[in-house]
């Protein structure tokens, strides 16, 4: 039973440079959610996407955007990196009408 | 503000030795509030979620309590293996707004030595 899938692990970008990130949600679950983790911190909410719509999103500027596909895998986006992007971007999936979540392992992101 | 705070910021114990990480939380209209363990460079393992003031879970060594204003997760005779940091997150409904996202709080880090 394949979990929640991340791609890349790893990532070096440019400041200034554009970022897209992908998770494949674990098999059954409908609803993706996107959460930024600094070093040392605990997850920040980004965004939620139920139905290829975007259902909720936290205090994160226009630079972030996300999409869902027909088959609930989901794309974040950032544009114009800032060396404060710097984080473990990780992806969480579950049923629209579940309480419970489960996270990939992250994809690292580093901004030089 | 809604706020989540986890203390310890930092646990050592000596294996065997009992304690308990603490979770408060602010936000009203609470739906569920969850555990979670995370080791290194990886995403959070899911461990319990609790749902109303008076509710225990168990897992093994863990168990996980409710109140109205705290939870607290209690480590019972731990292990090196359970050397990771623990994360508290709370889903809460305040006019329909916040339904659905996870608020976490910092975490707190526990380290078992043998």
């Known amino acids: 039973d394949a979990g929640v899938t991340q791609s890349p692990t790893h990532l070096i970008k440019t400041r200034g440079q554009q970022v897209t990130l992908r998770c494949s949600p674990k098999?059954?679950?409908?609803?993706v959610s996107w959460y930024q983790q600094a070093l040392g911190q605990g997850p920040q909410f980004i965004f939620q996407y139920y139905e290829e719509e975007e259902r909720q999103r936290g205090n994160f500027p226009d630079r972030f955007s996300g999409h869902q596909f027909p088959n609930y895998s989901s794309e974040l986006n950032v544009n114009a990196l800032l060396l404060g992007d710097s984080a473990l971007y990780l992806c969480?999936?579950?049923?629209?009408?579940?309480?419970?979540?489960?996270f990939g392992s992250g994809t690292r992101l580093t901004v030089v | 503000e809604d706020q989540v705070t986890q203390s310890p910021e930092a646990l050592r114990l000596q294996e065997g030795e009992s304690s308990s990480l603490n979770c408060s939380y602010t936000?009203?209209?609470?739906?569920?509030l969850f555990w979670y363990r995370q080791d290194p460079g990886k995403g959070p393992e899911f461990l319990f979620t609790?749902?109303?003031a008076g509710e225990e879970k168990e897992k093994e060594r863990l168990k996980a309590t409710l109140t109205k204003k705290e939870s607290f997760l209690h480590i019972t005779a731990p292990k090196p293996e359970d050397s990771a940091t623990y994360l508290c997150a709370v889903q809460y409904n305040a006019g329909g707004t916040s339904y659905g996202k996870l608020t976490f709080g910092q975490g707190t880090i526990l380290t078992v030595h043998p």
């Open positions: 609790l749902y109303s």
């Open positions: 098999s059954g679950h409908d609803t």
């Open positions: 936000v009203s209209g609470l739906r569920g």
């Open positions: 969480a999936s579950s049923l629209w009408s579940n309480y419970g979540y489960t």
